[in-house]
């Protein structure tokens, strides 16, 4: 089959012909219908330090996607061939502390897709059946390949309540505009959209159509936030860019006793002003990671059979897999929502 290899400990990536894998007694074989690119894979193309420590070549990367099952393992009882699934990244051992208490997605031995072991930019995908999302059969491939990402802010976002609460989002790619719209949906009074490319903050009233868009690049978003809300910030602040200056704004703007939610993922340690900002005001701080096994993915599913909200407009490129290298460029670039890739 076609794969996508990183093939050597520096940057770049092959496709390549590589065997099938063979599932073992607890996995399956999915067919891949579609596969999204995701910052993960830009880093591990361009090979920082981020990817040096963790991935270790030769490996198939790519995590996101939804396939078709043709093989299941002998110990697989919950999903049939032909079903249709969409795949969750984390890997849990399933023995540990987290995992025996419903935390899952932060098991202490978690392995991810596409990081850790064989990834999903390929023809075909060994993927453990514990990590299998069951989709509706006639579901859009490219919905289900879009759902992991989605996820990443649906978590983050429900560590509290949004709705009738005013809330500031930094960071509008992908998974900030998933997230937008989410918030949206649910119904909350006021919404601020932080972005410094053009590009990204034009496709945020696709996602939040009454949301307040702010460039930093412009203006002061903490001084605009805080203007708007009367001195007195917001109930719901979320980092998605990791971005050190938008997670101290995302402080800054936060309510006395109000709530933070950390999703983006810094490269270095942030300074934060904590007596001001945190301690005095009593506020709550949130990190969230990936998505909750399976809540948030039924947060998911129950937004979207409200018909209130669909994420398919963050799509804005398809191609075929072997264009990998010009989407990763692409989505590098920031010029662009979500890219798909078709095997
Ligand atoms: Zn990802
Ligand atoms: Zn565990």
């Not at 607890?26 to 591990?44: E, N, Q, S």
């Not at 790619?173 to 009074?189: C, T």
């Not at 402080?251 to 983006?264: D, I, Q």
């Not at 039924?298 to 799509?315: A, C, H, R, T, W």
Request: proline share 7%; net charge neutral.
């Amino acid at each position: 089959m076609k794969a996508v290899v990183k093939e050597k400990a520096a940057p770049g990536a092959r496709l390549m012909d590589v065997d099938v894998p063979a599932p073992g007694p607890r996995d399956v074989l999915i067919k891949v219908k579609a596969a999204a690119i995701c910052g993960t894979d830009i880093h591990i193309m361009e090979w920082p330090p981020f990817a040096q420590a963790r991935i270790k070549p030769p490996m198939i990367f790519g995590h996101e996607c939804s396939g078709e099952v043709v093989k299941v393992g002998d110990q697989v009882k919950n999903i049939a061939v032909g079903d249709l699934v969409a795949v969750e990244t984390h890997i849990p051992d399933e023995t540990c502390f987290m995992c025996q208490t419903g935390l899952q997605h932060i098991c202490e031995k978690m392995a991810i897709i596409g990081v850790h072991v064989d990834g999903v930019f390929a023809e075909y995908a060994k993927i453990p059946a514990v990590c299998c999302w069951k989709l509706a059969r006639d579901t859009n491939p490219d919905l289900g390949a879009i759902l992991e990402p989605w996820g990443v802010a649906v978590n983050g976002i429900l560590k509290g309540e949004v709705n009738n609460r005013t809330v500031a989002v930094f960071g509008c790619g992908p998974i900030g505009l998933m997230g937008l719209g989410s918030i949206h949906a649910w119904g909350a009074s006021k919404i601020f959209a932080v972005e410094p490319s053009e590009m990204r903050l034009s496709m945020v009233p696709q996602f939040a159509p009454d949301a307040v868009l702010i460039n930093p690049a412009k203006d002061n978003a903490a001084k605009v936030i805080l203007d708007a809300t009367g001195g007195r910030g917001v109930d719901v602040s979320i980092d998605i860019s990791g971005n050190p200056r938008a997670i101290q704004a995302a402080f800054e703007v936060v309510r006395r006793a109000g709530r933070v939610t950390l999703v983006g993922l810094p490269s270095e340690p942030v300074t934060l002003e904590l007596t001001a900002n945190v301690i005095y005001k009593e506020a709550r701080v949130f990190g969230s990671t990936g998505r909750m096994m399976w809540q948030t993915w039924y947060e998911m599913q129950n937004l979207m059979d409200s018909g209130k909200f669909d994420p398919m407009p963050v799509i804005t490129h398809r191609m075929p897999l072997a264009d990998f290298a010009k989407g990763i460029e692409l989505a590098q670039s920031g010029k662009a929502g979500k890219i798909l890739l078709y095997p």
